[in-house]
């Protein structure tokens, strides 16, 4: 079984930084892309960031130069640097990982979601 656990969310102000991790375990094969997406209040559920296992990135146009992903393989944890946030940042952060339990492929998995708040 495969779990992701994130970790680092929180209360922040306007202009803050929050650095969000989220650890993958279990019976691991090869993790292919790590995401973390993100859904506030009333919206769908958005792709915030994402990175493949050769560091290859994307971004969301809102996120642009404010944030930054970047993954540890050897420890299967993937991270979000946030800077300058900003109130519409405000929603529940999720990780998402397309895992690979063993050659035959893979399967995505889902944290459980860490909220982050931005006051103005």
């Known amino acids: 079984q495969v779990q992701l656990v994130e970790s680092g969310g929180g209360l922040v102000q306007a202009g803050g930084s929050l650095t969000l991790s989220c650890a993958a375990s279990g019976s691991i094969f090869m993790i292919n892309t790590m995401g973390w997406y993100r859904q506030a209040p009333g919206k769908q559920r958005e792709l915030v960031a994402a990175?493949?296992?050769?560091?290859?990135?994307n971004y969301a146009d809102s996120v642009k130069g404010r944030f930054t992903i970047s993954r540890d393989n050897a420890k299967n944890t993937v991270y979000l640097q946030m800077n300058s946030l900003k109130p519409e940042d405000t929603a529940v952060y999720y990780c998402n990982a397309d895992v690979w339990v063993s050659r035959a492929g893979g399967k995505d998995y889902w944290g459980q979601g860490t909220q982050v708040t931005v006051s103005s």
């Open positions: 990175i493949t296992k050769f560091s290859s990135t």
